[in-house]
């Protein structure tokens, strides 16, 4: 049994479910990011900050703008939820 992918060159669904719950345990209150790709990684650790009720800020960096944009596209039309967490 391999990896669950949400997309092709994304973090796995594993990757992304630990990033989550290693902010939750750790209650950083800055996250430094390389290589958003389409932002998946970020979106569970926002979501990680979000449910640690304290402020939190990801800065996150990419150096191939299609990814960028598509990035901050996203970001504008609608927040992201993975299929497992609810508000």
């Known amino acids: ?6 997309n ?3 973090t796995e669904v594993e990757v992304s479910e630990f990033l989550y719950s290693f902010v ?3 209650k950083p209150r800055r996250i ?3 290589g958003t790709h389409y932002g998946l990684s970020t979106a569970y650790m926002a979501l990680a900050l979000r449910d640690n009720h ?6 996150t960096l990419e ?3 299609d990814f960028a944009t ?3 596209d996203a970001c504008v039309r609608t ?3 993975p299929p497992f967490f609810s508000n």
Not at 1 to 6: I, V
């Open 1 to 6: 049994h391999g990896f669950m992918m949400f």
């Open 8 to 10: 092709s060159g994304s």
């Open 24 to 26: 939750r345990m750790i």
């Open 32 to 34: 430094l990011e390389t």
């Open 54 to 59: 304290q402020e939190g800020v990801i800065t």
């Open 63 to 65: 150096v191939q703008s």
């Open 70 to 72: 598509a990035f901050v």
């Open 79 to 81: 927040p992201f939820t």
